[in-house]
């Protein structure tokens, strides 16, 4: 297993041309199994509202909760570098607040922290990095925006929005950002941004041709029916559950289970 990243290696890791794999993990039994995987770092995404409390956007995501799925991760993912998602407002309410809320997610167990959209974040960032907390920058879709954005569109298809793209992301670099997501973005865009800054842009929706590549850990599992053009299901795991649902049904209904191996005897 290779050894535990640290934000000085995501960097050296571009400049070497090695592809950065990361995937978003909730809870602890997750944690565990994507700690015996290749995968480089995990994410402790504010999307956990939208996966794992049903929610419609990330937004209701708050600090406390955002700590409390860190925790569980943190447990089970001793040999992984793990982020965990600011949450919506949380960096809008001064340096002290912002300063704040990122200290409990790093005690809470991240090695950093995510902030979405650079337009009025970065001197939170730069105090941050400042500060000891490493800062990892998130353009182009941005879910916290979701009301701003009018929902879930793709991002830069104008040459006045590839220009900004990549103008914030020479910013993020600037403030301290040791790498930066880069969500529902033209390949092109994205590659234009990569070849902008020396940290390695991680893309979810960004193409081929960028540093890293992130998705959501039950939508590349097949857990869940959301399936947007860049999500790609390695296993359908959903089917495999169901089937694995009703086998056991099945067992309970005509005895087979528990047989006699799974009974206590005097």
Same mark, same amino acid.
């Given at each position: 297993m290779a050894t535990k990243l640290s934000p000085a290696d995501f960097p050296k890791r571009k400049a070497e041309k090695s592809v950065i794999s990361m995937v978003t993990c909730y809870d602890y039994t997750m944690a565990c199994l994507v700690n015996e995987s290749n995968v480089d770092c995990v994410l402790v995404g504010d999307s956990l509202?939208?996966? =794992? *409390? #049903?929610e419609e956007t990330t937004i209701p995501a708050t600090v406390d909760l955002m700590a409390l799925h860190t925790r569980a991760v943190h447990r089970g993912l001793p040999n992984k570098f793990l982020v965990s998602d600011m949450p919506f407002l949380s960096t809008r309410l001064g340096l002290e607040r912002g300063t704040e809320a990122a200290g409990k997610l790093i005690a809470a167990g991240a090695?950093?922290? @995510? $902030? &979405? +959209?650079?337009? #009025?974040?970065? &001197? !939170? $960032?730069? *105090? !941050?990095? &400042?500060? +000891?907390? /490493?800062? =990892? #920058? *998130?353009? +182009? !879709?941005? /879910?916290?925006?979701? *009301?701003?954005?009018? +929902?879930? %569109?793709?991002? #830069?298809?104008?040459? &006045?929005? @590839?220009? %900004?793209? $990549? @103008?914030?992301?020479?910013?993020?670099? @600037?403030a301290g950002c040791f790498a930066i997501v880069a969500e529902c973005i033209p390949s092109e865009v994205a590659t234009a941004m990569s070849k902008a800054v020396s940290v390695p842009i991680i893309g979810i929706g960004g193409g081929a041709e960028v540093d890293g590549q992130v998705l959501v850990l039950h939508d590349m599992l097949g857990f869940s029916k959301f399936k947007p053009k860049f999500v790609r299901h390695f296993i359908e795991g959903a089917e495999l559950v169901k089937k694995a649902l009703n086998e056991y049904d099945e067992g309970c209904k005509n005895r087979t289970f528990p047989n006699a191996e799974e009974q206590f005897v005097k």
């Open positions: 509202a939208n996966v =794992m *409390h #049903g090695d950093s922290v @995510k $902030i &979405e +959209g650079a337009d #009025g974040n970065l &001197e !939170l $960032i730069s *105090h !941050l990095v &400042e500060s +000891g907390i /490493p800062v =990892m #920058g *998130h353009l +182009g !879709l941005t /879910p916290q925006f979701y *009301h701003a954005m009018g +929902g879930y %569109k793709v991002q #830069g298809r104008t040459e &006045e929005a @590839k220009a %900004k793209l $990549i @103008k914030d992301a020479i910013a993020l670099e @600037k």
